[in-house]
């Protein structure tokens, strides 16, 4: 029982890691694969198969190594001098990522409860100030109530669709978009989110001694992701193609059902934007420490201030400039991730 709980601790964490606003939104879906109609439903499978083995290699590896944090594995996947340039540059990433999550959750703020940008900025660092005060044991317990909450609106949201006139379009639609395009979505989307989940994924390696939780765990994780892109393209194909015009397409699917989902929906975007900026911060924090020496809460600290500061500049700005750039290095780690089985 007690490594049954771990499993689904350790899957929750993974699952939460991963899924952040774009995904909770429905545009990273849409983008990715519901654009290429009936075909996007094998690519989820394959990105589910991309999910389960590469987390679960990514924790297996720290764990072999005794990894404390990204830095260490890569290092011992690229070298010394190499891995700590890759390092150097996941560290761009995460904050990158960071201080967008931090910016989303201010719009989100600003948008959807009327409350002031920088409101919205100061709650979300308060609050991530906490759980990453906490540690490893903060993370998984956010992730513990977050992503279960997140399945909930996702199931109801299911529900309503089965049924509709646009259920069957999963199997039906087609695309004129090139096959590299369709057939290249998944690992660009499986890179760019496992290259940043290895700051949670290694320490979480090195909290957990037992092999076959971290082996478990990474594949119902997997699993677990691929089950959520699968319901979200269901739902998206449903609507298609005019929920291709809105930002927030799950969004304006949900303002057609009660109160209670869209108050359940609203929280469960808030909660996938936070576990992600918490997770990214508690990776950096990790970082600090382990190359100044500073004490936990001052490296957090170190953290947060800066991605408030870099958060001003709004979020569609930092998406636009930033994401690209990340894709492009991400695809050149996961390569690496895949092949390499001795270290340098």
Known sequence: MTNCRKVLQVASTYIGTIVGAGFASGQEILQFF??????????????????SWLGMKIMLLSHKVNAVSYEDLNRWLFGNRLGNGVSLLTLVMLFGVATVMLAGAGSLFAE?????????LLVTLLLAGLVVARGMDGIMTVNSIVVPIMLTV????????VGAPGSGNWLRLTTDAPQAAVWSAPL???AYNLSLAQAVLVPLAGSIR????????????????????????????????????????????????SGIIRLLFLFAIFGEI????????????????????????????????PSYLVS?????????????????????WIATMMWRRRPT
């Open 188 to 190: 660009l989307y499986a």
């Open 154 to 161: 996702i199931l109801i949201i299911v529900m309503y669709t």
């Open 34 to 51: 519901t654009r290429y109609g009936r075909v996007g439903t094998l690519t989820i499978a394959l990105t589910l198969a991309l999910f």
């Open 210 to 257: 037992d092999r076959d939780v971290l082996v478990w765990g990474g594949i119902i994780g997997g699993i677990g992701i691929g089950a959520l892109l699968f319901a979200g393209h269901f739902v998206l194909s449903a609507h298609m193609p005019g929920v291709q015009q809105f930002e927030i397409p799950m969004g304006h699917i949900v303002e057609k059902l």
């Open 112 to 120: 959807q409860l009327k409350w002031p940008y920088q409101a919205g």
């Open 312 to 332: 001003q500049f709004g979020f569609g700005k930092l998406v636009s400039t930033l994401y690209p750039l990340f894709g492009m290095v991400s695809l050149a």
């Open 274 to 305: 936070f576990t992600t900026f918490v997770a990214n911060v508690y990776g950096l924090t990790l970082q600090v420490c382990q190359r100044t020496g500073l004490p936990r809460n001052v490296a957090a600290l170190s953290v947060l201030v």
